[in-house]
């Protein structure tokens, strides 16, 4: 079952280098639906949130606590290319490149955090995470390269898509949720929380290998914090 594991694992690496190139994403079938379950967690394990309010094609989360690891920030024109090294660094990190030498589980989904560049030929910065499962969030091992993100209460705004996440719609979508969110209590929150110089920071969340064709499911976070108290309508 381990070296399945691997192979698998190793499957998805071949396929993310190569995905994008082949244009393997399907069409909008579910963009403005929410609330969709990701397969892959009936599989392994995902952060838990409660789900606080549904809106037109958002819906708002809490992440009560939540524990990642992270690469240090990738500079790149490309969230495909720059998420494929990030996922090679955490991809030894799991196999037992760490202090340890212990081996770790796999989780999902994997999350790149993105700082988008000011003009289209400009490298934006990426960190790329998976989630530190339950089982090592007392003591992860620590490894060169890598640092460790303690989430305290957070909530994100969620956008989900379908198909193979490509660089040419990341940018769409996330202007997408942005527009859904407009006039309501939960873009003000966001822009108080970001502030000017960063409100156009978001977070991509992917959940599935690269061989799975059908029922794909991605995200788009918008990560703020809650200092008034909000009615959820």
């Known amino acids: 079952m381990a070296a399945f594991g691997i192979f698998k694992l190793s499957l998805l690496l071949s396929l993310l280098s190569n995905s994008h190139h082949l244009g393997l994403w399907s069409g909008a079938s579910n963009r403005e639906s929410v609330g969709i379950s990701p397969p892959s967690c009936s599989r392994i394990e995902c952060p838990s949130y409660d789900v606080i309010h549904v809106g037109n094609g958002f819906e708002i989360r809490r992440y009560n606590s939540t524990v990642w690891m992270s690469t240090s920030p990738i500079q790149d024109i490309s969230l495909v290319e720059a998420t494929r090294t990030g996922f090679l660094q955490l991809f030894d990190y799991i196999q037992g490149k760490n202090d340890y030498e212990q081996k770790i589980e796999m989780t999902a989904p994997v999350i790149t955090e993105v700082s988008p560049s000011d003009g289209p030929l ?112």
């Not at 969030?137 to 989900?160: D, F, I, M, S, T």
């Not at 992917?206 to 499911?217: G, H, K, L």
């Open 122 to 233: 400009c490298e934006s910065s990426f960190v790329i995470s998976f989630s530190v499962p339950k089982l090592n969030q007392a003591n992860p091992p620590p490894a060169k390269g890598l640092h460790l993100q303690r989430w305290e209460p957070v909530y994100a705004a969620v956008r989900q898509f379908s198909g193979f996440v490509a660089d040419s719609d990341v940018g769409e979508e996330a202007a997408a949720l942005q527009a859904s969110l407009a006039g309501t209590v939960w873009s003000a929150a966001i822009e108080k929380s970001h502030g000017a110089d960063h409100s156009s920071g978001y977070t991509v969340a992917q959940y599935n290998s690269p061989f799975e064709f059908d029922d794909r499911v991605n995200e788009i976070w918008m990560l703020f914090n809650i200092q008034d108290e909000l009615t959820f309508m």
